[in-house]
Structure formats: structure tokens, C-alpha cells
């Protein structure tokens, strides 16, 4: 008889098999292991988007001067959302306002390796909300 550990190991490997169907590794990394999640009291800066779909992602941004220093995100998202928030994140740390505010759905899509075609409203719905908040930034 299988132990209720062992069990879960069996359903979370067919789940990632299922996913590695359609995601790439790194869409899978970002879902699983989502960097600077969370909400950032202290942000300059701050925007809230829905999507088409219904997700929300909300981006929170500190600059030092001109360049963006911290970039946090939440969202009530799928997966997709969530890799996306996570690697726009990524992506735009240490970024100029100025080449921040130039990302578009199509780079968000080609770091993280690709997303199905039914998936690329979340890239689009990150990367807006980003440059929602960093209309709101006060830069020198």
C-alpha cells in the first residue's frame, strides 16, 4: 500500500508531465518557484490591470533615481500569470524607466521560451501593468 506522500509524489509528476507538454522549463520554474511575489508597502509606485480572462496582477516598483531597484508583484491568477508576473519581474529589475516602459508581451514571451498562443494575453496583461505603474513614476 502506497503511503499518502508517495501519493502526492505521483500526482505531481503527472501534473509537470502534463505541463511539459505545453510550458516551457523556465514558464514551469517561474509558476513553481515565483520570484519577488508579494505586496510592497513601501513601492514608489504601484498599478493594478485585469485581463481579458479575469486574472488581475498588481506590480509594485521602487526606483533608485531612474532605474527601477525592487519590482514586486501579486496576482489572483493561472500559472501563466504567475510565470509571467515572476520573469517581467526579473526582467525589469536594474532596467532604466525608460527601456522598462519599451518591453512589450513578445519579449516577456521569448524569456520565458514561449507560451500557447492561448496563454500570451498574460504576457501582455504583465507587461501593461508594469508600464502602468511606471507611469506613475516620478523620475528625474
Not at 501519493?7 to 523556465?26: H, N, Q
Not at 517561474?30 to 508579494?38: A, V
Not at 509594485?60 to 527601477?68: A, E, H, P
Not at 522598462?100 to 516577456?108: C, E, F, Q, R, T
Amino acid at each position: 500500500m502506497k503511503r499518502e506522500t508517495d501519493v502526492f509524489d505521483d500526482i505531481e509528476g503527472m501534473v509537470l508531465a502534463e505541463a511539459r507538454k505545453l510550458f516551457s522549463e523556465k514558464v514551469i520554474d517561474h509558476f513553481s518557484r515565483p520570484r519577488n511575489l508579494g505586496e510592497n508597502k513601501e513601492a514608489q509606485c504601484f498599478a493594478c490591470m485585469s485581463g481579458m480572462c479575469g486574472d488581475t496582477v498588481g506590480i509594485y516598483v521602487n526606483l533608485d533615481g531612474d532605474t527601477i531597484s525592487q519590482v514586486n508583484f501579486v496576482t489572483d491568477g493561472c500559472g501563466p500569470t504567475i510565470a509571467c508576473g515572476s520573469a517581467l519581474t526579473c526582467m525589469a529589475k536594474g532596467l532604466p524607466v525608460g527601456e522598462a516602459m519599451k518591453l512589450k508581451g513578445a519579449d516577456l514571451i521569448a524569456y520565458l521560451d514561449g507560451l500557447p498562443r492561448e496563454n500570451t494575453h498574460c504576457a501582455d496583461l504583465a507587461v501593461n501593468t508594469l508600464r502602468g505603474a511606471l507611469e506613475k513614476a516620478e523620475v528625474d
